[in-house]
């Protein structure tokens, strides 16, 4: 099976700080995947990463970044938190070469408040 | 805008009973559709996928493909307590990797 591991289920932060979400998986999935979660929106794409070095900004870049310098991590940065980043976010992973036609799969989830 | 659409609910069904749970997509050349179950407060998890017209089963779970009218649906036979949750629809295209995700469909099972 899929492992994907997010490092916190709740962080607590405040406006203005940087703030780092990292993500790991155990299946050296090329393809990974960053998304926020809010009551009545479903999942909005934030960025995407298809290899290493490598990303394409999703439906709502603005306000954060993302770095992948190794195949099994990527990680989700807010470069000045604010508190409408106040959300659920996700982490998921896709196997090499399969496109949309295969599923997603999903880390635990980070719960980030901000303050 | 593609957009992928489903009812909120809550949709209440009665333990043993049938789960109807729906999604219409307005994108024409979506090629995937799936089905993912999220407990409150956790990460969505695949029930299922299904690329072709007609059904697919799984077990207690049967999805529905009509690729005319745009829709794909979700049967849950012999509803459990347990199947209580947020049933998400996510539909991909045919030229990159992202999904366009539903809100979700609230199902309540009630013993």
């Known amino acids: 099976d899929v492992k994907v591991t997010q490092s916190s289920r709740y962080l607590v932060k405040r406006t203005g700080e940087k703030v780092f979400l990292e993500c790991v998986q155990d299946?050296?999935?090329?393809?990974m995947f960053w998304y926020r979660q809010d009551p009545g929106l479903g999942l909005r794409l934030i960025y995407f990463s298809y290899d290493v070095k490598m990303k394409e900004k999703g439906d709502i870049p603005e306000g954060y970044s993302v770095s992948r310098e190794k195949k099994e991590r990527f990680s989700l940065i807010l470069e000045s938190a604010s508190t409408n980043q106040t959300s659920m976010y996700l982490c998921?992973?896709?196997?090499?070469?399969?496109?949309?036609?295969?599923?997603?799969?999903f880390g635990d989830g980070t719960r980030l408040s901000i303050l | 805008q593609k957009e992928v659409e489903q009812n909120s609910g809550p949709l209440s069904v009665p333990e043993g009973a049938i789960a109807s749970l729906n999604c219409t997509y307005s994108?024409?050349?979506?090629?995937?559709f799936f089905w993912y179950r999220q407990y409150s407060g956790k990460s969505p998890e695949l029930i299922m996928f299904?690329?072709s017209n007609g059904d697919k089963e799984d077990g207690r779970f049967t999805a529905q493909l009509n690729k005319a009218s745009q829709y794909v649906s979700l049967l849950i036979r012999d509803s459990q307590p347990s199947d209580s949750a947020t049933y998400l629809c996510?539909?991909?295209?045919?030229?990159?990797?992202?999904?366009?995700w539903g809100a979700g469909t609230k199902l309540i099972i009630k013993p």
């Open positions: 994108d024409r050349g979506s090629q995937s």
């Open positions: 996510a539909v991909g295209g045919d030229s990159n990797y992202q999904l366009i």
């Open positions: 299904i690329y």
């Open positions: 998921a992973s896709l196997a090499p070469g399969q496109g949309v036609n295969q599923p997603q799969h």
């Open positions: 299946m050296d999935h090329e393809n």
